[in-house]
């Protein structure tokens, strides 16, 4: 059964609502969202989007430079939200088409993709962008970036969503309390994370979520449940 969720209002979670709020207002033309995978920065950036009766259109998974040239002028108008695009921040045909839709050059934000593909048959080779693109990624690359890759960095406003380990059990108790759980499997859970979850652990919002529905599945075994997982999660690292 799916369970109720909302966005924890958190100091840095109310920063992001202010950033935004402002990149939708037009402020400014780009927000980078940048912190590591798990701590919901999907699920609050869409959430606070909807709350500020904002309408976006939202792409996340694989793009081509020619997909994401045709998907920007479908939403010219928008404000966009390209979430952990493989590739995206890499890849110099993609990052010179952002460059493009978050500068001014003579007034406008002109986007080209010039290209004998077929697949282009009904786009314009040029357009003009009046939309705000929102890019969430784990990471930025730059210590080893190239000058394009900074150049788009700079015409962004930039901001990490991170949280301390303490900051995270505090998120975490907040969630518990806010879901319509029995009171032994909020316990139980609670219990799980004081005894197995310290300073060093990687944890993170996602691990909650599994954690709770170990608990739900067998209150007896979940923490060898848990362990076990976490163990296989640290190989991964």
Do not use: C
Not at 104 to 129: A, D, H, I, Q
């Amino acid at each position: 059964k799916e369970k109720s969720r909302q966005v924890i209002k958190t100091d840095k979670i109310k920063l992001l609502h202010n950033y935004l709020d402002m990149t939708t207002k037009g402020y400014n033309n780009s927000l980078i969202i940048v912190g590591r995978a798990g701590l919901g920065k999907t699920y609050s950036t869409l959430n606070i989007l909807k709350e500020l009766k904002s309408p976006f259109a939202y792409k996340s998974g694989y793009t081509t430079p020619l997909g994401l040239y045709k998907w920007l002028y479908e939403h010219k108008d928008s404000v966009v939200v390209l979430d952990d695009l493989e590739g995206l921040m890499t890849n110099e045909s993609a990052i010179a088409l952002l460059k493009t839709a978050l500068w001014e050059s003579n007034g406008k934000r002109l986007v080209s993709y010039e290209t004998t593909s077929k697949l282009m048959e009904g786009v314009p080779s040029v357009f003009e962008f009046q939309g705000k693109i929102i890019i969430l990624a784990n990471e930025l690359h730059d210590n080893n970036a190239g000058e394009s890759y900074k150049a788009l960095l700079s015409r962004a406003v930039n901001f990490e969503l991170r949280f301390s380990h303490k900051e995270i059990l505090e998120i975490s108790d907040k969630i518990l309390e806010s879901r319509r759980l029995p009171k032994e499997i909020v316990n139980k859970v609670k219990d799980i994370i004081k005894k197995d979850i310290n300073e060093v652990s990687s944890f993170n919002l996602r691990l909650l979520d599994r954690l709770i529905k170990m608990v739900e599945y067998n209150k007896s075994n979940a923490r060898e449940l848990f362990k076990a997982s976490l163990s296989i999660d640290s190989e991964m690292d």
